[in-house]
């Protein structure tokens, strides 16, 4: 899978070069492209933004670095001439759709997702228009609290689309079991000691019975996910 970042903090995204993601893009499994959108600025004091058409606080993202920076990425790896087949646009937006595993699980298997990590107030509702005739456009949020641009919400993202991206988990096993998956919270986990500051592990885990430990298991998600997240749950 490729994917493109275009920020005006490139050094945001450095983790991405240690832990999970940083072995599959050494393994080839992810190629992932930081570009800095002030090399696409046309003035000399390299500007990207400006003031808000009928006024307002703050600044807006300009729009043409943007349209600069989007044609150069699409224009490498793409010949067709129809947004259809073009690449996924992401711009992480408090506007946006909220994401979801569901959304991360459709998208581990684009061949390119361009994320576009506005600053300010936001990017010029233009640049959407325009990505939209080179590539497929959606905007996403990460959830209903502030952020101060989209750089977080697009590396939670990557996070989330590229570990499902297959190779890139060793185990894909590990996969299916997590929270989100089977719409319910994850049981608790234990590991050794048995006994730890005078704490204990449940004794069913303990018991080898595996058709009880599954039980416990089942009964234990599903009281989690009705105490702390009744909205996963059918009426
Ligand atoms: C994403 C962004 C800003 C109003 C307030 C703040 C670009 N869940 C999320 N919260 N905030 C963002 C987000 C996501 N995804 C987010 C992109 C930008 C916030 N800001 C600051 C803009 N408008 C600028």
Known sequence: MRIDVVTIFPAFFDVLEVSLLGRARGAGLLDIRVHDLREHATDRHRTVDDTPYGG?????????????????????????EDAASG?????????????????A????HEPH???????????????FSYAATIGRVRLVSLGDY????????????????????????????????????DGLL?????????SW????????????????????????QVERTRTRRPDLLPE
């Open 56 to 80: 307002g606080a703050g600044m807006v993202m300009k729009p043409e670095p943007w349209a600069l920076a989007l044609d150069e990425i699409a224009a490498a790896g793409h010949d067709a």
């Open 87 to 103: 690449p996924l646009f992401l711009f992480p937006s408090p506007a946006g759709e909220r994401f979801t595993q569901s959304l």
């Open 105 to 108: 699980r459709e998208w581990s």
């Open 113 to 127: 997702i361009v994320f576009g990590c506005g600053r300010y107030e936001g990017i010029d509702e233009r640049v």
């Open 146 to 181: 502030v952020l101060n641009g989209g750089e977080v919400a697009a590396m939670a993202m990557i996070e989330a689309v590229g570990r499902l991206v297959p190779g890139v988990v060793g185990n894909p096993e590990s996969l299916v079991e997590e929270s989100h998956e």
């Open 186 to 194: 994850e049981y608790p986990s234990y590991t050794k000691p048995a």
């Open 197 to 220: 500051r005078g704490y204990e592990v449940p004794d069913v885990l303990l018991s080898g019975h595996h058709g009880r430990v599954a039980q416990w298991r089942r009964d234990q």
